[in-house]
């Protein structure tokens, strides 16, 4: 284990990573003055960043109380890397990740020219869940996970409210009439918001927005 001193970490809940080029000026970025940093194995690594697990407490106790920011400190903080890519990452009392972040791009080339001196650290731990919508998120930006939340919140206001004349307008705005049923194209739009969000989609998210603005204008 090392110390690497005076960089910039954007703690997103534990199933966001945004890199630095997708940061937004209402995050609250924190300035560490002091955080330990690990090398850990591709299995290890792959593992903290993908999926929900918990760490067991002789880890806890390795890095507890060693990172400070410059206002205070964090109980339990690190950074891994495994001489590709750095995150660093933030753990409950009970040993689970509970906030992750990336770095900014050249204080990750330093700490990964650094940890290049460190063996790896065998760290045991047990996976609670594969967490795949923080893989799915890391195939989207910043943007269209925004306006997927947008757009799901918009399709299943509209649905449960019973405003069908408004989601059939929405749905045949991005697929054209079809002879699908209203349960079928709600259950259709929800899919494609989930599991692939295709341009087609972004159509309707513009149509949503305008159509705010001009609420917001009246």
Request: net charge positive; proline share 0%; aromatic share 8%.
């Given at each position: 284990m090392l110390y690497i001193y005076?960089?910039?970490?954007?703690?997103m809940d534990g199933n966001r990573i945004y890199e630095f080029f997708e940061w937004d000026y209402n995050d609250v970025v924190e300035h560490i003055r002091k955080i330990p940093v690990v090398r850990v194995d591709?299995?290890?690594f792959k593992d903290f960043i993908e999926n929900e697990i918990k760490v067991d407490n002789e880890f806890l106790?390795?890095?507890k109380n060693k990172t400070y920011t410059y206002k205070d400190k964090i109980e339990y903080a690190v950074i891994i890397s495994n001489l590709?890519?750095?995150?660093?990452?933030e753990f409950n009392t009970k040993g689970e990740i509970v906030f992750r972040s990336a770095l900014l791009?050249?204080?990750?080339?330093e700490i990964i020219e650094c940890s290049q001196k460190l063996d790896c650290l065998k760290i045991e731990y047990v996976i609670l869940d594969?967490?795949?919508?923080?893989?799915?998120?890391?195939c989207f930006t910043r943007r269209e996970e925004t306006d997927k939340n947008l757009l799901k919140r918009e399709i299943i206001a509209t649905y449960e409210s019973k405003n069908y004349e408004k989601l059939n307008y929405l749905y045949e705005e991005g697929y054209g009439n079809d002879?699908?049923?209203i349960d079928q194209r709600y259950s259709k739009l929800l899919y494609d918001i989930d599991h692939s969000f295709p341009s087609n989609l972004k159509k309707i998210v513009q149509i949503?927005?305008?159509?705010?603005?001009?609420r917001k204008a009246l």
């Open positions: 005076d960089i910039l970490v954007n703690f591709q299995k290890t106790g390795l890095i590709d890519r750095c995150y660093a990452l791009i050249d204080e990750e080339e594969k967490y795949q919508n923080l893989k799915d998120n890391r002879n699908l049923q949503i927005r305008l159509t705010n603005k001009k």
